[in-house]
Nanobody, 124 residues
């Protein structure tokens, strides 16, 4: 079992920045891949960014490329999502997820561990 706890959400003006953190505990290992997803009201959960445990593979949704950066600190078992140039359409609950089934996947169903989510609100 893997436990994931997100932090760092909040309210920010358009153009601002936030950094989300996801602390992993339990049976973490190098075979895991980590992902950030988000879900806005009335919409499906969508992939934002993903990273392999080694940090060697990273993937981003087109909507956040060039603005968001995912990183991992293996010593702290923590994944980060640095979000810059935030837009109102980035407003959502952001979830951290882990998978031991595949590498870095953009598919919600491939992730078997999820955090509780953290709210990000971007005002215009």
């Amino acid at each position: 079992q893997v436990q994931l706890v997100e932090s760092g959400g909040g309210l920010v003006q358009a153009g601002g920045s936030l950094r989300l953190s996801c602390a992993a505990s339990g049976r973490t290992s190098s075979r895991y891949a980590m992902g950030w997803f988000r879900q806005a009201p009335g919409k499906a959960r969508e992939f934002v960014a993903g990273i392999s445990w080694s940090g060697g593979t990273r993937r981003y949704a087109d909507s956040v490329k060039g603005r968001f950066t995912i990183s991992i600190d293996n010593a702290k078992n923590t994944v980060y999502l640095q979000m810059n140039s935030l837009k109102p359409e980035d407003t959502a609950v952001y979830y951290c997820a882990a998978t031991d089934r595949v590498g870095v996947s953009i598919t919600v169903g491939m992730y078997n561990y999820w955090g509780q989510g953290t709210q990000v609100t971007v005002s215009s």
